[in-house]
Protein backbone atom coordinates (compact mmCIF):
# COMPACT_ATOMS: atom_id res chain seq x y z
CA UNK A 1 0.00 0.00 0.00
CA UNK A 2 2.80 2.32 0.54
CA UNK A 3 4.30 1.61 -2.83
CA UNK A 4 2.45 0.83 -5.81
CA UNK A 5 1.07 3.20 -7.97
CA UNK A 6 -2.13 4.66 -6.66
CA UNK A 7 -5.15 3.76 -9.61
CA UNK A 8 -4.08 -0.06 -9.57
CA UNK A 9 -3.82 -0.04 -6.13
CA UNK A 10 -7.14 1.40 -5.61
CA UNK A 11 -8.58 -0.57 -8.45
CA UNK A 12 -7.63 -3.71 -6.68
CA UNK A 13 -8.16 -3.02 -2.94
CA UNK A 14 -12.33 -1.79 -4.26
CA UNK A 15 -12.79 -3.90 -7.09
CA UNK A 16 -13.53 -6.91 -4.63
CA UNK A 17 -15.51 -4.48 -2.35
CA UNK A 18 -17.16 -2.78 -5.05
CA UNK A 19 -18.69 -6.51 -6.52
CA UNK A 20 -19.49 -7.76 -3.13
CA UNK A 21 -21.53 -4.89 -2.14
CA UNK A 22 -23.45 -5.37 -5.25
CA UNK A 23 -24.65 -8.86 -4.75
CA UNK A 24 -25.61 -6.97 -1.62
CA UNK A 25 -27.61 -4.74 -3.14
CA UNK A 26 -28.85 -7.48 -5.70
CA UNK A 27 -30.35 -9.33 -2.51
CA UNK A 28 -31.85 -5.93 -1.40
CA UNK A 29 -33.51 -6.01 -4.36
CA UNK A 30 -34.63 -9.46 -4.13
CA UNK A 31 -35.89 -9.73 -0.80
CA UNK A 32 -37.72 -6.98 -1.37
CA UNK A 33 -39.35 -8.20 -4.14
CA UNK A 34 -40.15 -11.59 -2.98
CA UNK A 35 -41.92 -9.46 -0.04
CA UNK A 36 -43.90 -7.04 -2.17
CA UNK A 37 -45.52 -10.77 -3.70
CA UNK A 38 -46.28 -11.20 0.16
CA UNK A 39 -48.79 -7.92 0.02
CA UNK A 40 -48.18 -4.25 -0.12
CA UNK A 41 -48.75 -4.10 3.84
CA UNK A 42 -46.15 -6.43 4.04
CA UNK A 43 -43.11 -4.42 2.39
CA UNK A 44 -44.87 -1.67 4.57
CA UNK A 45 -43.66 -3.18 7.26
CA UNK A 46 -40.28 -4.27 6.10
CA UNK A 47 -39.49 -0.61 5.38
CA UNK A 48 -40.98 0.18 8.77
CA UNK A 49 -38.20 -1.79 10.30
CA UNK A 50 -35.39 -0.71 7.55
CA UNK A 51 -34.11 2.18 10.70
CA UNK A 52 -33.80 -0.52 13.32
CA UNK A 53 -31.80 -2.80 11.03
CA UNK A 54 -30.19 0.25 9.53
CA UNK A 55 -29.05 0.95 13.12
CA UNK A 56 -28.08 -2.32 13.60
CA UNK A 57 -25.72 -2.20 10.03
CA UNK A 58 -24.10 1.59 12.10
CA UNK A 59 -22.89 -0.23 15.00
CA UNK A 60 -21.08 -2.89 13.20
CA UNK A 61 -20.27 -0.84 10.52
CA UNK A 62 -18.97 2.12 12.55
CA UNK A 63 -17.08 -0.33 14.96
CA UNK A 64 -15.49 -1.87 12.04
CA UNK A 65 -14.59 1.36 10.64
CA UNK A 66 -12.92 2.25 13.65
CA UNK A 67 -10.85 -0.94 13.90
CA UNK A 68 -9.97 -0.26 9.73
CA UNK A 69 -8.65 3.16 10.51
CA UNK A 70 -7.05 2.16 13.97
CA UNK A 71 -5.12 -1.42 12.14
CA UNK A 72 -4.16 0.24 9.41
CA UNK A 73 -2.59 3.52 10.84
CA UNK A 74 -0.56 1.13 13.40
CA UNK A 75 0.34 -0.89 10.73
CA UNK A 76 1.66 1.95 8.74
CA UNK A 77 3.41 3.01 12.09
CA UNK A 78 5.01 -0.65 11.77
CA UNK A 79 3.42 -0.82 15.25
CA UNK A 80 2.31 -4.64 15.23
CA UNK A 81 1.46 -5.10 18.94
CA UNK A 82 -1.41 -2.51 18.78
CA UNK A 83 -2.25 -3.65 15.13
CA UNK A 84 -2.76 -7.48 16.79
CA UNK A 85 -4.21 -6.09 20.04
CA UNK A 86 -7.06 -3.83 17.92
CA UNK A 87 -8.10 -6.81 16.12
CA UNK A 88 -8.31 -9.76 19.33
CA UNK A 89 -10.95 -6.81 20.47
CA UNK A 90 -12.65 -6.66 17.31
CA UNK A 91 -13.83 -10.12 18.11
CA UNK A 92 -15.26 -9.53 21.56
CA UNK A 93 -16.95 -6.20 20.79
CA UNK A 94 -18.50 -7.56 18.07
CA UNK A 95 -20.75 -10.41 20.71
CA UNK A 96 -21.33 -7.18 23.16
CA UNK A 97 -22.84 -5.08 19.88
CA UNK A 98 -25.04 -8.41 19.39
CA UNK A 99 -26.15 -8.75 22.90
CA UNK A 100 -27.52 -5.43 22.78
CA UNK A 101 -29.76 -6.15 19.44
CA UNK A 102 -30.79 -8.87 20.93
CA UNK A 103 -32.31 -7.41 23.77
CA UNK A 104 -33.54 -4.91 22.13
CA UNK A 105 -35.43 -7.10 19.62
CA UNK A 106 -36.95 -9.15 22.43
CA UNK A 107 -38.45 -6.47 24.52
CA UNK A 108 -39.00 -3.32 21.62
CA UNK A 109 -40.14 -4.81 18.72
CA UNK A 110 -43.70 -4.24 19.08
CA UNK A 111 -43.77 -1.30 21.24
CA UNK A 112 -41.46 0.17 17.60
CA UNK A 113 -44.35 -0.66 15.40
CA UNK A 114 -47.02 0.88 17.79
CA UNK A 115 -45.31 3.93 17.06
CA UNK A 116 -46.30 4.32 13.70
CA UNK A 117 -49.33 2.37 12.44
CA UNK A 118 -52.41 0.82 14.32
CA UNK A 119 -52.81 -1.50 11.39
CA UNK A 120 -52.50 -4.86 13.24
CA UNK A 121 -51.66 -6.73 10.22
CA UNK A 122 -48.72 -4.26 9.76
CA UNK A 123 -47.84 -4.62 13.69
CA UNK A 124 -47.81 -8.34 13.38
CA UNK A 125 -45.57 -9.28 10.18
CA UNK A 126 -43.40 -6.10 11.01
CA UNK A 127 -42.96 -7.28 15.17
CA UNK A 128 -42.01 -10.85 13.56
CA UNK A 129 -39.34 -9.52 10.84
CA UNK A 130 -37.64 -6.67 13.60
CA UNK A 131 -37.74 -9.59 16.39
CA UNK A 132 -36.16 -12.54 14.40
CA UNK A 133 -33.29 -9.95 12.63
CA UNK A 134 -31.89 -8.49 15.60
CA UNK A 135 -31.61 -11.63 17.79
CA UNK A 136 -30.28 -13.55 15.21
CA UNK A 137 -27.67 -10.27 14.61
CA UNK A 138 -24.51 -12.26 15.96
CA UNK A 139 -24.07 -12.95 12.14
CA UNK A 140 -24.03 -9.39 11.20
CA UNK A 141 -21.96 -8.01 14.43
CA UNK A 142 -19.16 -10.38 14.00
CA UNK A 143 -18.49 -10.75 10.78
CA UNK A 144 -18.26 -7.28 10.11
CA UNK A 145 -15.72 -6.54 12.41
CA UNK A 146 -13.84 -9.29 10.79
CA UNK A 147 -14.11 -7.51 7.32
CA UNK A 148 -12.89 -4.36 8.54
CA UNK A 149 -9.73 -5.91 10.34
CA UNK A 150 -9.00 -8.05 6.78
CA UNK A 151 -9.26 -5.42 5.00
CA UNK A 152 -7.03 -2.98 7.00
CA UNK A 153 -4.40 -5.38 6.53
CA UNK A 154 -4.87 -5.16 2.41
CA UNK A 155 -6.88 -8.48 2.18
CA UNK A 156 -10.08 -7.77 -0.17
CA UNK A 157 -10.69 -11.30 -1.33
CA UNK A 158 -11.89 -12.82 1.63
CA UNK A 159 -14.03 -10.27 2.83
CA UNK A 160 -15.93 -9.96 -0.70
CA UNK A 161 -16.10 -13.80 -0.46
CA UNK A 162 -17.38 -13.85 2.95
CA UNK A 163 -20.25 -11.24 1.77
CA UNK A 164 -20.72 -13.19 -1.42
CA UNK A 165 -21.67 -16.52 0.66
CA UNK A 166 -24.08 -14.39 2.80
CA UNK A 167 -25.72 -12.61 0.32
CA UNK A 168 -25.93 -15.77 -2.00
CA UNK A 169 -27.61 -17.92 0.36
CA UNK A 170 -30.14 -15.16 1.42
CA UNK A 171 -31.03 -15.00 -2.02
CA UNK A 172 -31.38 -18.62 -2.51
CA UNK A 173 -33.46 -19.10 1.26
CA UNK A 174 -35.46 -15.91 0.35
CA UNK A 175 -38.23 -17.50 -1.51
CA UNK A 176 -38.16 -20.56 0.25
CA UNK A 177 -38.72 -19.67 3.64
CA UNK A 178 -41.35 -17.37 2.61
CA UNK A 179 -43.09 -18.83 0.31
CA UNK A 180 -43.01 -22.55 1.47
CA UNK A 181 -41.34 -24.15 -0.94
CA UNK A 182 -40.42 -27.97 -0.87
CA UNK A 183 -39.75 -28.83 2.81
CA UNK A 184 -39.60 -25.31 4.28
CA UNK A 185 -41.91 -24.06 5.82
CA UNK A 186 -43.92 -21.05 4.72
CA UNK A 187 -43.39 -18.28 6.89
CA UNK A 188 -44.65 -14.80 4.61
CA UNK A 189 -42.03 -12.12 6.26
CA UNK A 190 -40.60 -13.49 9.04
CA UNK A 191 -39.12 -16.32 6.33
CA UNK A 192 -37.35 -13.03 4.74
CA UNK A 193 -36.00 -12.52 8.46
CA UNK A 194 -34.47 -15.85 8.75
CA UNK A 195 -33.04 -16.50 6.01
CA UNK A 196 -30.96 -12.94 6.11
CA UNK A 197 -30.09 -14.62 9.66
CA UNK A 198 -28.72 -17.66 8.20
CA UNK A 199 -26.94 -15.94 5.23
CA UNK A 200 -25.29 -13.44 8.27
CA UNK A 201 -24.04 -16.49 10.19
CA UNK A 202 -22.62 -18.37 7.48
CA UNK A 203 -20.75 -15.30 6.64
CA UNK A 204 -19.55 -15.13 10.29
CA UNK A 205 -18.42 -19.05 9.98
CA UNK A 206 -16.30 -18.34 7.17
CA UNK A 207 -14.31 -15.46 8.27
CA UNK A 208 -13.67 -16.93 11.61
CA UNK A 209 -11.91 -20.40 9.71
CA UNK A 210 -10.54 -18.14 7.51
CA UNK A 211 -9.17 -15.93 10.28
CA UNK A 212 -8.11 -18.77 12.77
CA UNK A 213 -6.71 -21.08 9.57
CA UNK A 214 -4.82 -18.27 7.44
CA UNK A 215 -1.98 -15.95 7.83
CA UNK A 216 -2.87 -11.89 7.83
CA UNK A 217 -1.64 -8.80 8.60
CA UNK A 218 -2.02 -9.17 12.29
CA UNK A 219 -2.84 -11.95 14.78
CA UNK A 220 -5.85 -12.51 16.73
CA UNK A 221 -4.46 -14.76 19.65
CA UNK A 222 -7.62 -15.34 22.44
CA UNK A 223 -5.06 -17.27 24.86
CA UNK A 224 -4.72 -15.10 28.01
CA UNK A 225 -5.90 -11.78 25.74
CA UNK A 226 -7.10 -9.39 28.25
CA UNK A 227 -9.68 -6.18 27.29
CA UNK A 228 -8.03 -2.82 27.86
CA UNK A 229 -9.85 0.40 28.05
CA UNK A 230 -7.50 2.43 26.11
CA UNK A 231 -7.67 0.48 23.26
CA UNK A 232 -11.87 0.24 23.20
CA UNK A 233 -11.37 4.02 23.11
CA UNK A 234 -8.57 3.80 20.99
CA UNK A 235 -11.33 1.87 18.17
CA UNK A 236 -13.82 4.12 18.97
CA UNK A 237 -12.32 7.41 18.70
CA UNK A 238 -13.27 6.93 15.00
CA UNK A 239 -15.84 4.21 15.41
CA UNK A 240 -18.31 5.99 17.39
CA UNK A 241 -18.59 9.81 15.48
CA UNK A 242 -18.79 6.97 12.53
CA UNK A 243 -21.59 4.54 14.37
CA UNK A 244 -23.19 7.67 15.34
CA UNK A 245 -23.06 9.09 11.65
CA UNK A 246 -24.77 6.09 9.98
CA UNK A 247 -27.46 6.21 13.14
CA UNK A 248 -28.41 9.18 12.43
CA UNK A 249 -29.50 7.61 8.66
CA UNK A 250 -32.10 5.52 11.33
CA UNK A 251 -33.20 9.26 12.40
CA UNK A 252 -33.49 10.17 9.30
CA UNK A 253 -35.68 7.54 7.85
CA UNK A 254 -37.70 6.88 10.78
CA UNK A 255 -38.50 10.92 11.07
CA UNK A 256 -39.23 10.84 6.81
CA UNK A 257 -41.55 7.69 7.70
CA UNK A 258 -43.30 9.38 10.26
CA UNK A 259 -43.69 12.67 7.51
CA UNK A 260 -44.41 10.39 4.78
CA UNK A 261 -47.28 8.33 6.94
CA UNK A 262 -48.95 11.42 6.67
CA UNK A 263 -49.16 11.20 3.16
CA UNK A 264 -50.34 7.34 2.65
CA UNK A 265 -48.95 3.83 3.62
CA UNK A 266 -48.01 3.63 -0.45
CA UNK A 267 -45.40 6.48 0.33
CA UNK A 268 -43.75 4.32 3.26
CA UNK A 269 -43.57 1.58 1.08
CA UNK A 270 -41.98 3.37 -1.36
CA UNK A 271 -39.50 5.19 0.37
CA UNK A 272 -38.40 1.75 1.40
CA UNK A 273 -38.50 0.62 -2.50
CA UNK A 274 -36.23 3.96 -3.10
CA UNK A 275 -33.72 2.25 -0.18
CA UNK A 276 -33.48 -0.91 -1.98
CA UNK A 277 -32.81 0.51 -5.90
CA UNK A 278 -30.28 3.30 -4.33
CA UNK A 279 -28.37 0.57 -3.34
CA UNK A 280 -27.45 -0.13 -6.66
CA UNK A 281 -25.72 3.43 -6.75
CA UNK A 282 -24.08 4.07 -3.23
CA UNK A 283 -22.85 0.36 -2.73
CA UNK A 284 -20.09 0.22 -4.97
CA UNK A 285 -19.47 4.13 -3.72
CA UNK A 286 -19.38 2.11 -0.18
CA UNK A 287 -17.03 -0.40 -1.61
CA UNK A 288 -14.87 1.90 -3.16
CA UNK A 289 -14.53 3.16 0.25
CA UNK A 290 -13.60 0.24 2.01
CA UNK A 291 -10.39 0.41 -0.76
CA UNK A 292 -9.59 3.93 0.09
CA UNK A 293 -10.07 3.99 4.05
CA UNK A 294 -7.01 1.18 4.37
CA UNK A 295 -4.38 2.98 1.62
CA UNK A 296 -5.03 7.02 3.24
CA UNK A 297 -5.25 5.77 6.78
CA UNK A 298 -1.48 3.40 6.05
CA UNK A 299 0.11 6.22 3.85
CA UNK A 300 -1.24 8.61 6.28
CA UNK A 301 0.86 6.49 8.99
CA UNK A 302 3.65 6.68 6.51
CA UNK A 303 3.75 10.40 6.23
CA UNK A 304 3.32 10.26 2.62
CA UNK A 305 1.15 13.26 1.59
CA UNK A 306 0.98 13.05 -2.06
CA UNK A 307 -0.54 9.13 -1.34
CA UNK A 308 -2.70 10.57 0.61
CA UNK A 309 -4.06 13.21 -1.76
CA UNK A 310 -4.02 11.30 -5.34
CA UNK A 311 -6.12 8.47 -3.38
CA UNK A 312 -8.51 11.20 -2.24
CA UNK A 313 -8.12 12.83 -5.84
CA UNK A 314 -8.69 9.16 -7.65
CA UNK A 315 -11.27 8.19 -5.61
CA UNK A 316 -13.67 11.30 -5.82
CA UNK A 317 -12.91 10.73 -9.67
CA UNK A 318 -14.45 6.86 -9.91
CA UNK A 319 -16.98 7.70 -6.98
CA UNK A 320 -18.56 10.71 -9.80
CA UNK A 321 -18.69 8.19 -12.26
CA UNK A 322 -20.38 5.63 -10.45
CA UNK A 323 -23.04 8.43 -8.95
CA UNK A 324 -23.54 9.67 -12.55
CA UNK A 325 -24.55 6.52 -13.48
CA UNK A 326 -27.00 5.92 -11.32
CA UNK A 327 -28.45 9.63 -11.78
CA UNK A 328 -29.33 8.43 -15.76
CA UNK A 329 -31.05 5.21 -14.46
CA UNK A 330 -32.99 6.76 -12.21
CA UNK A 331 -33.75 9.36 -15.10
CA UNK A 332 -34.66 6.96 -17.61
CA UNK A 333 -35.84 4.38 -16.24
CA UNK A 334 -38.25 5.14 -12.99
CA UNK A 335 -41.08 3.26 -13.63
CA UNK A 336 -39.10 0.09 -15.08
CA UNK A 337 -37.08 0.14 -11.62
CA UNK A 338 -40.48 0.24 -9.51
CA UNK A 339 -41.83 -2.24 -11.44
CA UNK A 340 -39.79 -4.66 -9.98
CA UNK A 341 -41.69 -4.42 -7.13
CA UNK A 342 -45.16 -4.99 -8.44
CA UNK A 343 -45.75 -1.40 -7.82
CA UNK A 344 -49.29 0.06 -7.78
CA UNK A 345 -50.64 2.60 -9.82
CA UNK A 346 -50.28 5.11 -6.57
CA UNK A 347 -47.00 3.68 -5.85
CA UNK A 348 -45.95 5.18 -9.99
CA UNK A 349 -47.98 7.92 -9.46
CA UNK A 350 -45.24 9.15 -6.08
CA UNK A 351 -42.56 7.10 -7.19
CA UNK A 352 -41.08 8.06 -10.75
CA UNK A 353 -40.67 12.24 -9.75
CA UNK A 354 -39.56 10.97 -6.83
CA UNK A 355 -36.78 8.89 -7.97
CA UNK A 356 -36.13 11.46 -10.24
CA UNK A 357 -36.19 14.09 -8.08
CA UNK A 358 -33.82 12.22 -5.23
CA UNK A 359 -31.54 11.37 -7.63
CA UNK A 360 -30.44 15.06 -8.07
CA UNK A 361 -28.00 14.25 -4.90
CA UNK A 362 -26.17 11.54 -6.31
CA UNK A 363 -23.13 13.43 -7.53
CA UNK A 364 -22.75 15.30 -4.95
CA UNK A 365 -23.31 12.66 -2.62
CA UNK A 366 -20.37 10.84 -4.06
CA UNK A 367 -17.73 13.45 -2.94
CA UNK A 368 -19.30 13.60 0.40
CA UNK A 369 -18.86 9.92 0.92
CA UNK A 370 -15.27 9.94 -0.40
CA UNK A 371 -14.20 13.19 1.99
CA UNK A 372 -16.03 11.47 5.02
CA UNK A 373 -13.74 8.05 4.03
CA UNK A 374 -10.80 10.21 4.21
CA UNK A 375 -11.75 12.12 7.43
CA UNK A 376 -12.20 8.77 9.04
CA UNK A 377 -8.84 7.36 7.70
CA UNK A 378 -6.92 10.13 8.98
CA UNK A 379 -8.45 9.72 12.30
CA UNK A 380 -10.86 12.47 12.17
CA UNK A 381 -14.19 10.72 12.95
CA UNK A 382 -16.34 13.77 14.22
CA UNK A 383 -15.77 15.19 11.12
CA UNK A 384 -17.45 12.48 9.48
CA UNK A 385 -20.15 12.75 11.93
CA UNK A 386 -20.48 16.80 11.73
CA UNK A 387 -21.35 16.48 8.38
CA UNK A 388 -23.42 13.57 8.50
CA UNK A 389 -25.67 15.81 11.33
CA UNK A 390 -25.53 18.28 9.00
CA UNK A 391 -26.76 16.65 5.89
CA UNK A 392 -29.69 14.26 7.80
CA UNK A 393 -30.24 16.11 10.79
CA UNK A 394 -29.83 20.09 10.27
CA UNK A 395 -31.36 19.68 6.29
CA UNK A 396 -33.04 16.87 5.21
CA UNK A 397 -35.46 16.50 8.33
CA UNK A 398 -36.46 20.18 8.36
CA UNK A 399 -36.38 20.92 5.18
CA UNK A 400 -39.01 18.22 4.52
CA UNK A 401 -41.42 19.05 7.46
CA UNK A 402 -41.45 22.72 5.76
CA UNK A 403 -42.36 21.17 2.43
CA UNK A 404 -44.87 18.98 3.61
CA UNK A 405 -46.52 21.23 6.10
CA UNK A 406 -46.36 24.77 3.86
CA UNK A 407 -47.13 22.88 0.42
CA UNK A 408 -49.33 19.81 0.96
CA UNK A 409 -47.13 18.17 -2.03
CA UNK A 410 -45.31 14.94 -2.07
CA UNK A 411 -43.48 15.98 -5.06
CA UNK A 412 -42.10 19.18 -3.45
CA UNK A 413 -41.19 17.10 -0.25
CA UNK A 414 -38.19 14.98 -2.10
CA UNK A 415 -36.39 18.19 -3.03
CA UNK A 416 -35.05 17.91 0.42
CA UNK A 417 -32.18 15.39 0.11
CA UNK A 418 -30.45 17.58 -2.99
CA UNK A 419 -30.57 20.90 -0.83
CA UNK A 420 -29.31 18.53 1.71
CA UNK A 421 -26.62 16.78 -0.34
CA UNK A 422 -25.77 20.53 -1.45
CA UNK A 423 -24.85 21.83 1.69
CA UNK A 424 -22.99 18.89 3.30
CA UNK A 425 -20.95 18.61 -0.22
CA UNK A 426 -20.31 22.72 0.57
CA UNK A 427 -18.93 22.09 4.33
CA UNK A 428 -16.86 18.74 3.39
CA UNK A 429 -14.79 20.64 0.87
CA UNK A 430 -14.38 23.38 3.52
CA UNK A 431 -13.63 20.85 6.27
CA UNK A 432 -10.86 19.02 3.44
CA UNK A 433 -9.55 22.58 2.54
CA UNK A 434 -8.81 22.99 6.40
CA UNK A 435 -7.38 19.40 6.81
CA UNK A 436 -5.08 19.80 4.27
CA UNK A 437 -3.81 23.12 5.15
CA UNK A 438 -3.38 21.91 8.87
CA UNK A 439 -2.55 18.28 8.57
CA UNK A 440 -1.54 16.90 4.89
CA UNK A 441 0.88 20.18 4.64
CA UNK A 442 2.68 18.94 7.61
CA UNK A 443 3.39 15.55 6.08
CA UNK A 444 6.41 15.44 3.86
CA UNK A 445 5.37 15.20 0.22
CA UNK A 446 6.61 11.20 -0.75
CA UNK A 447 7.06 10.29 2.94
CA UNK A 448 10.18 9.77 5.01
CA UNK A 449 13.22 8.16 3.69
Given at each position: MGIRPILPLILAMSLPAMMSMLVQALYNVVDSYFVAQVSESALTAVSLVFPIQNLLIAVAVGTGVGLNSLISRRLGERNQKDADSAA?????????????????????????????TANPEIIAMGESYMSIVCIGSVGCCVSINIEKTLQATGDMIHPMLSQLLGAITNIILDPLFI????????????????????????????????LFTKKHGVSVVLRGFKPTLSMIKNIYAVGFPAIIMQ???????????????????????????????????????????????????????????????????????IAVIIMASGTILFWALPAELLGIFNASEQMLAIGVPALRTISLCFIPAALGIVSSSAFQALGKG????????????????????????????????????????????????????????????????????
Open positions: THGLLIGLLNWLFFALLGIFFSRTFFTLFFGIGPFPQMGVAGAAVATIIGQIASMLYLLFVSIGSVMVVGMNAILIAFSETAVAFFGIYFKLQSFVFMPVFGLNQGLLPIIGFNYGARSRHRVTQTVKWGSIFSSLFISILRQLIVILPVSLAFAVLTHDLTVVWYAFPIAETFSLIASILIYAKLYRNVLMGLPEYGEQ
